[in-house]
């Protein structure tokens, strides 16, 4: 069954954000650029210095004594010429963007996909990492753990009318309370739906008016209700304006998660915070169980966005980057706001993949850490470049601007350099 154009799948947006990497540039590329603007100019002149100057001072009588033989314009051309060859900066203008095409080539080996040089880059920049909860450090896998009804409601009944309010939505806490109905749902019965973002749901189902969500519904609805002390997320039922009970809903850490936090705070980030829509309890004993700096809890998604912005005006340097990682649509805005967007590429949504600066494709925040590996061992290798092929030119341009060098000196300054640096690139690839 046909569901999307090709051009709107997956693999088509994925192969896109690929091609357009190269558009987004790193600090050092931007940098190279501009120096190879003040560069060439000033080696044409010096160049062109070198084949007029000599002459015209052998050809002025009280010069003339300092020259050991007659100098002739053939002669110091083709010495300027040389210098040219020396100069040009084939080097540093082909190794260092081969160098983060590396980088990204190496990250998309292994289901990371960077979407620019610049990002890759300001891994190595990374101060504090702001991570999701549902579904990216927990694997937004949700199971019915406990049903509680309430003022004579019994439990199938409960949990009936539950799953078919929820039967509209994709939520993943919503599939989890349909999984545990395990039963066909009446469509026919559900009169009216209406999914309240940030809090939960309004419908009318077999003639009930019911709600269901969590303690922010009940309070904006003026509901009283009982305050549940529990580890896992609570969703609270009311049916005709009367609290029926409550569902308990737990989802599970991924494997990978407690080591991808420690790993990353071994490679240098300072400080790991998490936002969570759930209560102050859950967000409490997942981020003690997690090693976390930081967590917020009980934020909408516009509320996300604020302490993100708050975050971002505490930062004490510019060069610090804040990182926010998350999968759902909710996060998008989030995601563009911080200094670098990571989205979970496998279960997240197509807005949070959009709105990402980088995807990882398989869902694992241990992919993180290989991405600052990476990203660290290509800064390394494209200032290794840098200083090597800087190094070499400055002394052979010396060397040519003396006119003491050959054309085969030349070719080794230009194209020699030049094949050693590109080889060079390419042991980011292992």
């Known amino acids: 069954r046909v569901t999307k154009r090709f051009s709107e799948s997956?693999?088509?947006r994925i192969l896109d954000l690929v091609e357009n990497a190269a558009s987004k540039k790193a600090p050092t590329e931007k940098f190279i650029t501009k120096?190879?603007?003040?560069?060439?100019?000033?080696?044409v002149f010096i160049a062109f210095l070198i084949a007029t100057v000599p002459v015209m001072l052998y050809n002025i009588p009280a010069f003339t004594h300092l020259f050991a033989h007659e100098e002739t314009f053939a002669e110091w051309v083709y010495k300027a010429l040389i210098f040219l060859v020396?100069?040009?900066p084939c080097a540093l203008v082909i190794s260092i963007p081969l160098g983060f095409f590396g980088g990204i080539g190496a990250s998309s080996k292994r289901g990371i996909l960077v979407k620019g040089s610049n990002y890759l880059e300001g891994l190595n920049n990374l101060h504090t990492i702001v991570w999701d909860k549902t579904g990216t450090l927990t694997e937004g896998v949700f199971q019915v753990t406990e049903i509680?009804?309430?003022?004579?409601?019994?439990r199938d009944e409960?949990?009936?009318l539950v799953a078919e309010s929820e039967s509209q939505s994709n939520h993943p806490i919503a599939q989890s309370i349909l999984e545990a109905f395990n039963r066909k749902i009446d469509v026919s019965k559900i009169d009216s739906y209406e999914e309240i973002a940030g809090y939960g749901i309004k419908a009318k189902v077999e003639g009930h008016h019911v709600l269901v969500g969590n303690d922010k519904l009940l309070h904006r609805e003026n509901i009283k209700h009982d305050t549940c002390d529990v580890e896992g997320t609570v969703v609270h039922v009311v049916i005709d304006h009367k609290y029926a009970g409550y569902i308990i809903v737990s989802?599970?850490?991924k494997e990978d998660t407690r080591i991808a936090i420690q790993r990353l705070k071994d490679a240098g980030v300072k400080k790991q915070i998490m936002f969570t829509g759930d209560r102050q309890e859950i967000a409490k004993v997942i981020s003690q169980k997690l090693g976390l700096d930081e967590y917020f809890a009980e934020l909408l998604p516009p509320q996300k966005v604020e302490k993100m912005e708050e975050l971002m005006?505490?930062?004490t340097d510019n060069k610090e980057l804040i990182m926010f990682v998350g999968d759902g649509?909710?996060?998008?805005?989030?995601?563009?706001r911080s200094d670098i967007g990571v989205a979970m590429g496998a279960t997240g949504s197509d807005a949070a993949i959009e709105a990402a600066d980088i995807v990882l494709m398989t869902d694992e925040p241990s992919k993180l850490y290989e991405a600052v590996k990476i990203a660290k061992k290509t800064r390394k290798i494209v200032w290794q470049n840098i200083t090597f092929a800087l190094g070499v030119k400055g002394i052979f341009l010396t060397i040519g601007a003396l006119g003491m060098a050959t054309m085969w000196e030349a070719v080794f300054a230009d194209v020699g350099v030049a094949l050693l640096a590109i080889l060079n690139s390419t042991r980011i690839l292992k």
């Open 10 to 12: 997956t693999i088509s």
């Open 148 to 154: 509680v009804p309430m003022n004579n409601f019994s």
């Open 329 to 336: 649509i909710n996060d998008a805005p989030v995601l563009m």
């Open 158 to 160: 409960l949990l009936r």
């Open 35 to 43: 120096f190879a603007r003040y560069y060439t100019p000033a080696v």
């Open 313 to 315: 005006k505490r930062k």
């Open 251 to 253: 989802d599970k850490i």
């Open 86 to 88: 020396i100069s040009c």
